[in-house]
Structures are given as C-alpha cells and as structure tokens.
C-alpha cells in the first residue's frame, strides 16, 4: 500500500524564488497543455497525447522567446504537471461513465497564479536525500527539512507544497506493506454527535473539542484586520498570510487530535461501526460550522484507512437504520423523538436509556449483524471488510422481515494516497 508522509521544509531566500519561478512554470505548461486540448476539440482535430503534448508545450516551447524561461527549472516537474492534466481528464470521463464512484468530476479548468496553494511533483529522477539529511531537488538545491519521524522505506515521489500561509511541505510516497496488528475479542459502535463528539457502545464518552469555536475570538480579529487593508496592498497580503495561518492552526490542531482518536479506537477493538451520516447535507443546514469543526468525515476515512493497515474490520450501518428509535434490550421500536430528548423510557420493557449510548448499541448489533449476513463480501452499504467473514445462516438482522433498502455500489478498497494536507500519523 501507498502511504504519504508529510515533512516541513525549511528552503532559503534564493531557494524560495526558484521554487516560485518553478511553481509558474509548472502551471503554465499546465494551462498551455488545456488549451491545445480545447482548441484541438473546437477544431475537430484528433485528441493530444500526453507525448504529443510534450513535444509542444515543453520541448518546442522551449525554443521560442516567448517560453525560453522553461529550460531555467527542471523538466521532471514540467513532465508532472501534463500527468496531473492527464488525470484529471481521466477523473471526468471515468465520472461521466460511471466507472468513477463519489462526487461528479468536471472538466479540467485553468490553473490561477493567484492560488495561494502550489505544488510541485518530483520523481526518482528530481530528487534525492542527502547524507546529512537535506532534501535535493533538481536545479533548486538541497532544502532543510525537519525530519519528525523516520521514512519507512526509500520514496518513490515527492511533492513539494506551499500552503495559504506560506508554510513548505515535502509529501514522500513510499510502498510499505500492512502490520497486522494481534486480533482482539472486543467490538464497538459509535454513534457520533455535536454536543458530545462520540459515544462508545461500552460507555466510554469523547468529548467535543470545538476547536473552530474556540478559535473564533482570534480569527475574527484577524478577519477584521484583513478587511480594512486596500487591495492587492502588501500590508494586505501579510492580513490575508495572518488569518491563514490561524485557520491552519485550527486545522493542524484538528487533524492531530482525529488521528489520535482513530489509532486508540483501531488499537482497542477488532471491529468499528458507525453510521453513514449525511455529512454533506447537515453541512448545509444551519448547524453547518458546528458539522464542519467536528471533521466526522475525516474522522470516518481515517478509521477505513487505519483499519486496512492494521487489518481491522470497519462497519458502516446504512443510514436510514433507526438507532435512536430502537430499545437496545428488547428491540421494541419506539418510534422518532426531537433532539431535546435526551433520555426515554422503553414503552414494553420499561429500560430507561440513554440517547446516544442506546443509539451506539443498537449500531453495534446491526454492524455485527450485516457482518454475518454478508458471507465473503462486501458490507452494505459498500465498505469491504479486510477478512473473510463466516458464512452463516442469513435473516439473524433484527429487521430481517422487513424489505431492506437496496445496497449501494461498493466503495473501493485499499489505502488511497492520502492528500496535501493530511499525512497519516
């Protein structure tokens, strides 16, 4: 499996420039390579290859006055960005056939020298690690980077970010393999909230850290500071720098503290179950920021991922599954309650519960459940389990009489590359 581990890079003055001078010229080959592709579709000229593109945007470029500059950085991130637009047009084609699961992908579209964020790709061929530590790029210099933790095995890529407050990231790609970690008899549903983040199906209990909110006195100010400066000013780009930096903080703080939270659940159960919340919609309402601050997709895709790695199993109840109208004891649903209920009595077995910790235990039995009614495959609604589960008999789900809704399309399977911002821990 493909992992990315993130690492900041400290370059100099001049080493700065020539990333920025490679920045642009990355991008506009990028958008020099768009536009051929777009003028050849108006033309009805045959498509573009990705050598034919090549041969025009970087090679012949190189020859004219007007992209002479290109030959003053190295061609290995050149080549990278006509990958990057390769993909991109893959990502909507797969999208519009269907054969791509997720959110519809547009067209590819220009790329914006404005853009606080910009990244570079580098190869085996454009970069190295030095003896004493130091990052070598081509035709850019050996760059300080502040090794946190060792790299598991030699890179196959870097990835050279620059993020809104002006912080640089190296991005290795290395290939490790799964550490299984020893099976455990324990299991666990969660069920997620606002006022308390999660609640366990055991009792435990992991409080809301609200970190937007509690940053929302600084960023403020800073956004107030922001608007007051004239346009396209300096002392407006060192604003603008201020109020990104106090958003990446909250974001850091956030990610480290997810990542904490995931590793302790995958290390303390052999089996997680959650929900399949309606992130996207409840981001819409009027609880929007609230849902944002929480992260619980994050938190959901950080779960799968560790689960794979460590060969855990990973549960996810379909959504339309009424936990928190169901006794845990006897099963009696008791039909749907406003959210100011936070404790009900059971109409027929008299068990008084807990809102989300009854919630949590009716997704644990009906995770366990899909997981014994699905012999060898793929867990509604579509996350696939690392291991075999045992065939038994089918209609041991609690609702087994009932017509079920139908499965959605299996999501895929593996650790994918974790992206700019989100290095895994």
């Known amino acids: 499996m493909h992992l990315r581990y993130s690492y900041r890079l400290y370059p100099t003055a001049g ?5 920025a001078r490679t920045f642009g010229c990355a991008r506009v080959v990028y958008n020099d390579a768009l536009t051929a592709r777009k003028e050849a579709r108006k033309s009805g000229q045959p498509y573009p290859g990705s050598t034919d593109l090549q041969k025009l945007v970087i090679t012949a470029a190189k020859k004219t006055a007007e992209r002479a500059w290109l030959a003053s950085v190295g061609v290995d991130p050149l080549i990278q960005s006509l990958r990057d637009l390769d993909t991109a047009y893959r990502n909507f084609f797969d999208s519009v056939s269907g054969k791509r699961a997720g959110r519809p992908a547009g067209l590819p579209c220009f790329k914006s020298k404005r853009d606080p964020r910009q990244s570079l790709r580098f190869t085996r061929n454009g970069f190295r690690i030095r003896g004493n530590g130091k990052l070598n790029l081509a035709k850019i210099g050996d760059v300080r980077v502040k090794w946190s933790r060792a790299l598991p095995a030699n890179p196959s890529s870097v990835t050279v970010l620059l993020d809104p407050s002006g912080r640089y990231h190296a991005s290795f790609v290395v290939d490790v393999g799964p550490t299984h970690l020893p099976e455990l008899a324990a299991e666990v549903g969660i069920d997620l909230g606002l006022t308390r983040y999660a609640v366990l199906s055991n009792g435990d209990v992991i409080d809301n850290p609200r970190f937007l909110r509690k940053a929302e006195k600084k960023l403020k100010a800073a956004q107030r500071e922001l608007s007051r400066k004239a346009e396209r000013s300096k002392n407006r780009a060192k604003a603008r720098a201020k109020v990104a930096k106090a958003h990446a903080k909250v974001a850091d703080t956030r990610r480290d503290w997810l990542h904490k939270q995931t590793t302790r659940l995958i290390g303390e159960n052999q089996a997680v179950y959650l929900e399949d919340l309606n992130v996207r919609g409840l981001g819409r309402g009027r609880l929007a920021k609230s849902v944002h601050d929480a992260g619980w997709a994050t938190f959901r895709r950080l779960l799968e991922e560790k689960a794979i790695r460590y060969g855990r199993h990973i549960g996810i109840v379909r959504r339309a599954f009424p936990s928190s109208q169901l006794c845990s004891k006897c099963g009696h649903r008791d039909g749907p309650k406003p959210l100011a209920v936070r404790e009900w009595a059971c109409g027929v077995c008299g068990v008084l519960h807990d809102r989300d910790l009854n919630a949590a235990r009716n997704i644990l039995a009906a995770g366990q459940a899909d997981r014994l009614n699905a012999p060898g495959g793929p867990v509604s609604p579509g996350v696939a389990i690392p ?16 017509t079920r809704a139908k499965p959605r399309t299996v999501g895929r399977t593996g650790i994918p590359v974790v992206r700019h911002e989100e290095d895994v821990k």
């Open 15 to 19: 080493q700065r420039s020539a990333l």
């Open 387 to 402: 291991r075999q589960a045992r065939p038994v008999e089918r209609g041991t789900h609690r609702n087994a009489g009932r």
